[in-house]
């Protein structure tokens, strides 16, 4: 069966990215990291991904000003060039179209460091905290107009600790991230989802 063809849109460091290519360095993975881009040129994820061998691209939302969809054109422009099959969103800060995520629906993944549907939106660790919750965790799941709440694909909890900081609960949130999106990925490469 052919690997599917994967482009990762990072806006940062990449710490998912790294997981998502540390799980298709195996060649039975049933996706493949054609590509990563970034909107912001310097990401640092843009040198880890290079580093392992992989194509990088920047488009930079800042001369599009305010029209998103130019951007997001641009951006569709650079994923039809290199065949892309599955989008995967890893840390990528910024809020896609509607016309975008129809063109990939249902081929979009993100992650969102929450147990949807709690918590959708920014600064989730410290909303957690302060709302009592004892479990906290990290959802993948399809992309859809309405932000984070798409289908769930996959979905892992940790259990919120007295004396938790934003820091330490992020940093036991991000471990069940980089195991669950490389298993989400694959479930949908293989079509199981």
Request: glycine share 6%; aromatic share 6%; hydrophobic share 45%.
């Amino acid at each position: 069966m052919a690997r599917k063809r994967v482009a990762i849109l990072i806006s940062g460091r990449g710490s998912n990215m790294v997981a998502l290519i540390e799980a298709a360095k195996d060649s039975r993975y049933p996706a493949e990291i054609v590509l990563v881009v970034s909107n912001e040129p310097a990401a640092e994820g843009l040198t880890r991904a290079a580093a392992s061998g992989i194509e990088t691209a920047v488009v930079d939302h800042r001369p599009f000003g305010r029209d998103r969809e130019a951007f997001e054109r641009a951006l569709q422009d650079r994923l039809a060039a290199h065949r892309i099959e599955l989008v995967c969103l890893a840390g990528f800060m910024r809020l896609l179209t509607p016309w975008f995520v129809r063109q990939w629906e249902g081929r979009l993944l993100n992650i969102h460091p929450a147990l949807l549907p709690a918590f959708k939106g920014l600064d989730t660790h410290a909303r957690a905290l302060k709302a009592g919750v004892k479990e906290h965790g990290a959802t993948v799941h399809f992309v859809v107009p309405e932000m984070d709440s798409g289908p769930i694909v996959a979905q892992a909890a940790v259990p919120v600790r007295d004396g938790d900081t934003e820091q330490s609960l992020a940093a036991r949130v991000l471990e069940v991230e980089h195991r669950i999106y490389p298993e989400a990925l694959k479930l949908v490469a293989e079509g199981r989802v």
